[in-house]
């Protein structure tokens, strides 16, 4: 039997609908909930994704700005902008727009951003959090990640899962996700040296590499959720002999869909439920300001 589709397009559009209504509810009682997300040069890509976000903040009712610095602004003057921001009683949320140039560290710049304020939930201090088992706001891919696995309906607590690809941001919380529900983990990643051997043994198996199609039936076990982060753009020729550019996952979707029994496309999976979550934790922040702890 094909796998059920794990539509996250779909599941984006109900949440953004209840954000919706948690966002009007507190603007009502509380004010506006405002997203300044920082861009540092003048990275089309920056500019693109800060554009998309805008609409959708707006959509669901949340004020959007944008912070430019030039590519010159250094270390010292990016973190003197975000000190601004994490003051400013007004600015509920804060988004760190990568990449950032070279002369600038992602981890520093990111551990200055107000732990209740940091929406993507990138600062060490909201990820340091998640080992607690109690997140305060969680990395938005992970939560999408988890969304997905939820949704299937498959239990976490007692099955095997498989996280392959171990980055800060994405694989690693994953994985203290999945053992927070009580599943038996193995991370994989560049070292591993029979990869088939563990992937096929996963009831969820998630793949968050970034090399396109890695994961082949070979990979899977029949029946396993199998969720794609991967997002890799290629150059591939049709049958017809056209040349086409396209999007695709770290998973093979025409093979693997045989198999698996849940698999998340690529695109339409974790990449838009990640934005609604973006949303989600927006509003959470600006309510868990309201009750600081630290
Ligand atoms: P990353 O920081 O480059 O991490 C990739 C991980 O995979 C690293 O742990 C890497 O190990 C490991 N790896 C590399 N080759 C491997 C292999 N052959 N087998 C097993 N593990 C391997 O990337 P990321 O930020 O986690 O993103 C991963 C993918 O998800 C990318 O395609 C990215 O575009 C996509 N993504 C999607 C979303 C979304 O919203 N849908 C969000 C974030 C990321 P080493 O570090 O040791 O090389």
């Not at 779909?10 to 009502?28: K, N």
Request: charged share 20%; hydrophobic share 45%.
């Amino acid at each position: 039997m094909p796998a059920q589709i794990l539509d996250g397009a779909a599941y984006a559009a109900e949440i953004r609908a209840a954000v919706t209504r948690q966002v009007a509810w507190y603007t009502a009682h509380h004010g506006p909930i405002k997203l300044s997300a920082v861009l540092v040069g003048s990275d089309a890509g920056g500019r693109l994704y800060a554009e998309s976000q805008r609409k959708l903040s707006i959509k669901v009712g949340v004020q959007y700005e944008l912070v430019e610095l030039p590519e010159s602004a250094t270390q010292a003057e990016l973190l003197a902008e975000i000190d601004r921001l994490n003051a400013d009683p007004e600015v509920t949320g804060i988004i760190l727009q990568l990449p950032l140039p070279g002369h600038i560290e992602d981890a520093v710049t990111q551990y200055r951003i107000d732990p209740y304020k940091d929406v993507e939930g990138v600062n060490p201090a909201n990820i340091g959090l998640l080992f607690y088992g109690e997140p305060l706001i969680a990395p938005c891919t992970a939560l999408a990640v988890t969304e997905l696995i939820r949704r299937s309906g498959v239990p976490q607590r007692g099955a095997e899962a498989v996280v392959v690809g171990q980055s800060r941001i994405v694989g690693r919380p994953v994985t203290m996700f999945l053992l927070t529900h009580l599943a038996t983990v193995t991370g994989c990643h560049v070292a591993t040296r029979d990869l088939a051997a563990h992937t096929r043994a996963a009831d969820i198996l998630v793949v968050a590499v970034g090399k396109p199609r890695l994961i082949g039936p070979e990979y899977v076990k029949p029946g396993a959720v199998v969720i794609d982060v991967g997002i890799n753009r290629i150059t591939e020729e049709t049958p017809a002999g056209k040349v086409v550019r396209r999007t695709v996952g770290d998973v093979d979707f025409g093979s693997v869909s045989k198999i698996a029994g849940y698999l998340s496309p690529v695109p339409g999976g974790v990449g838009p439920l990640t934005v609604a979550m973006l949303l989600r934790n927006t509003v959470e922040a600006a309510h868990k300001q309201l009750h600081r702890r630290m």
